[in-house]
């Protein structure tokens, strides 16, 4: 049996039928992993990553992210100067639209913006979108990300939330992608929000969560 890679408390396994994939379910905050002899290597992964196309001219995108920032950064723009969007992308979408609204934007990106141009500094918003989803250490990345965030500021966190239901996750679109490996939902946030003295302001119920460090 393994442990959560979230909690540490015990899991279960749930079997893909189809794909033969393994996944292991937190009792305690549901957080879901691929089983590691699943993973890609990296190679691979950067060649998945390779044929997304967004950019500015990806009009879709765009509205996605500006519908983010509209709900989520926009009602509290006045306290943010310094943003880090880690995971960024090589469109680098994000960073370019807030930058649109005077709101200037540090970029990292494990392949394309490798340079963590955040390593002595702090901020008050720190961005992750479409990332947690990809990552095999999320505990560590998280603990990383809350060194650099001040207090009082924001960590916005996009990625799908799971249906808890077993039979439903193994129907769910989001486990197709090879580069997805960890899943969350609001039970698994909850979870992380009071291990890291982290409040919870607002999420949609679907995909994006905005914590505040206490």
Request: proline fraction near 2%; hydrophobic fraction near 35%; glycine fraction near 2%.
């Amino acid at each position: 049996m393994k442990r959560c890679k979230l909690c540490s408390s015990n899991t279960n396994s749930i079997v893909d039928g189809k794909t033969k994939k393994i996944y292991h379910k937190c009792l305690v905050c549901q957080y879901i992993f691929l089983d590691k002899k699943f993973y890609i290597n990296n190679v691979c992964e950067k060649k998945h990553y390779d044929k997304h196309h967004n950019d500015l001219e990806s009009l879709g995108y765009v509205e996605m992210f500006n519908n983010l920032i509209d709900e989520f950064i926009e009602p509290y723009i006045k306290e943010i100067k310094t943003v880090l969007d880690f995971g960024c992308g090589e469109g680098e979408v994000l960073p370019i639209l807030l930058e649109h609204r005077e709101v200037k934007c540090d970029r990292y990106d494990l392949f394309y913006f490798p340079k963590k141009i955040y390593i002595d500094k702090q901020y008050d918003l720190i961005l992750s979108t479409e990332v947690f989803e990809h990552l095999q250490n999320p505990l560590e990345i998280l603990k990383e990300l809350l060194i650099h965030l001040k207090k009082d500021a924001y960590l916005l966190l996009m990625s799908a939330f799971h249906p808890n239901d077993n039979d439903e996750f193994l129907k769910w679109w989001y486990i197709r992608d090879i580069t997805h490996i960890g899943f969350f939902n609001i039970t698994t946030f909850e979870h992380i929000a009071s291990e890291f003295n982290l409040e919870i302001i607002k999420h949609n119920t679907k995909n994006i969560i905005l914590f505040k460090k206490l």
